[in-house]
RNA sequence: GGCUCCUUGGUCAAGUGGUUAAGACACCGCCCUUUCACGGCGGUAACAUGGGUUCAAAUCCCGUAGGAGUCACCA
């Protein structure tokens, strides 16, 4: 069995989106699965739509997540080079497109902008051009005639008008087309470059790929690939075209309807490997339940038959969710540095910040999550006596001003302020009252935090906060509920 | 509009002729708990529709409806 080859071929048009990265990723584990090769190629044949550092930004990508390749730019595998603008240099496009204007499978056209734009005819709520093959016509010497003048040209495929087309998807099956369905699309654009359609064929033969990996908005493009491969007398790869991921509204995602990139994911607070995680769950389930997965793991169980047909809802409640999962499994020390910067946003004061990390860390989903749960350590907010108020503990105002009077003495000449220490203090003062200790606890921490929600309980929050300030608070607390 | 694909709970999904139609997220309830969260237990909720084929259909066939993709000198 021949080894198998895939690629990633992104072109450099700004940030990548999470389609483009699960394409990537099931690329990835198709050949790592088989013990084949990956390949970044980075298709750079639209010179207008090029975006300044957007080669950077699919490296990092790739880097961030995980899926290193085997052969790229920067890592010639011998079927270099891997960047198309460098391969057009060579010649290579155009040499094969000759080759099928010899074989009467392309022809040169010479049409200009304005001629299309006249073939140009309305299709439901789009505008749609279908080539007429005008220039099929030209006999040879018109040709010569019009090169030799400079006139622009371009080549384009030559699919005749009758029968059909067929094609084989490892996902979809057996797809058949009627020919007259397909346009003679544009091989060689008229400032040289090949079209995507073009190069991807010719790279992907002559680059040894073995299964072409690509999203479902190709699906329609796929029969005219597989006549280029027939007129070429090439072997047909593989076909595996991902189901789309779409939005809350079913639309495809992309970058212009404002979608998240994955840069934007990992901006928003969610970490890599979930993202990654996530993604690979989008249109392919293992054989087991399994939900939690590494690369490695991913690599292992990926078995590309799974991969579904109908496409899938980006759910980003389901995203938060798994990523809660991975800052849980996270170890300490890792997650308090990725969460110190979340938690600077919220507080400034000389706090034990790697105590608030562990509080905080089963508690969160994602990191912008932190601030708010938080802010009441470095500044007490302005909060309504109602909350003292609680069904649970069967506690209001009044009897709230009473356990609070009842404890601040005490707290204030506690010898030790450490957690363990003070729920001892207060579990003894709820016993010696007859109260229960939530009874207790709960206006301690309305006390302290002025929230009835906090990342933990009241003792705790005394430790982080010190004698000094909890005193403080609570006092403040007696005076207000004093007052009303 | 033509062509192509898709259709199991709100979402991701298992399921390939016989199942009480899994599981996860979300939601709801209960338990645990120093609140919340975590964890545990339980619940609501689905085979788009109409015809076939078959002893038997979510599974096979045909139609209908709905959705999506695509129809560029963009990829």
Redesign the pocket.
Known sequence: MTEVRTRF???P?GRMHVGNLRTALYAYLIAKHAGGTFMLRI???????QVEGAVDIINRTLEMTGLEYDEGPDKDGGYGPYVQSERKASGIYMKYAKELVEKGEAYY?F???ER?ESLRTQ?????????DKHCLSLSKEEIEENLAKGI???IRQNVPNEGTTKFVDEI???????N??L?D??LI???G?????F??VVDDHTMGITHVVRG??????APKYNRLYEAFGWEVPVYIHC??I?D?????LSKRSGHSSFEDLIDQGFVREAVVNYVA?????P?D?R?IFTLEELVKAFDY??I????????V??L???N??YL?AMDEEKFAEMARPWIEKAITKPLDLDRIAK?VK????VFPDIPPMIDFFEELPEYDLSLFT?K??KTDSEKSLTVLEGMVDSLENAKAFD??S??EL??AYAQEQGYK??FV??P??IALSG??????????IMEVLGKEESVARIRKAIEMLKQS
């Open positions: 071929a992104p072109s048009t298709e750079d044949t639209d010179q207008e739509r056209c049409c200009t902008k299309l299709a439901g709520d789009k505008e749609i051009v279908v080539y622009p040209y371009v979809y099956g057996e797809i058949e087309v009627p007259a369905e346009d699309m544009i654009k008229s400032d470059y090949p079209t995507y359609n190069a991807n479902n908005e190709y699906l329609s493009s189901p789309l779409t809350e509204n079913h639309q495809k769950l989008l249109g392919w389930s054989e339940n939900e038959h799974h579904s047909k109908s496409p899938a809802v980006f759910d409640q389901k938060r969710w798994m809660g999962e849980k509080m089963t508690r969160i989903e609680n649970k503990w957690n363990d003070l729920y207060v579990q200790t939530g606890i709960w301690l921490r929230k009835a929600v906090t990342p933990a309980g009241a003792t705790e």
